[in-house]
């Protein structure tokens, strides 16, 4: 046997024209209008349009943590603290006075609203200059 004398096992069906009146009318078989309806390529390509809905950020970004720094008053340091004690933000998590950001322990600003009569010995907490003075007036020191 030779390509020459191959034979389809069934009949060709005859192709279907169609648009042309008669049952297939003008749509074709195709619905009416939209996107499906049209000639040529179909749908978007599913990698463009996320391109398109990326952002176009420029350069090295992050997630970052820094957030603002948890205030505590003059007046709720002279209430809980004693004479010399110590006052960094570990210890204010601890006396309740700030609270976990995120489950981390906060950058803490001590400001200058109330009195304090107390020497305090005051570490890693930002302190605006009012306070600062109010501090060092009561016999306290910032490290």
Do not use: W
Not at 109 to 115: A, L, R, T
Request: charged share 35%.
């Amino acid at each position: 046997m030779q390509i020459h004398q191959l034979k389809p096992i069934h009949k060709l069906k005859p192709r279907k024209r169609v648009g042309r009146g008669g049952k297939h009318g003008s749509f074709s078989g195709r619905g009416t209008k939209g996107q499906l309806a049209r000639s040529g390529r179909r749908l978007e390509p599913i990698i463009r349009g996320i391109i398109k809905r990326y952002p176009k950020l420029r350069g090295y970004r992050f997630n970052t943590f820094d957030t603002k720094p948890q205030l505590v008053d003059l007046s709720l340091l002279d209430k809980k603290f004693k004479e010399g004690d110590k006052v960094n933000p570990e210890i204010l998590l601890k006396s309740k006075l700030v609270r976990r950001i995120k489950g981390r322990i906060p950058k803490v600003k001590i400001m200058n609203n109330g009195e304090i009569n107390k020497a305090l010995i005051i570490e890693k907490c930002l302190i605006s200059k009012a306070a600062k003075e109010k501090i060092e007036k009561a016999g306290g020191t910032i490290k």
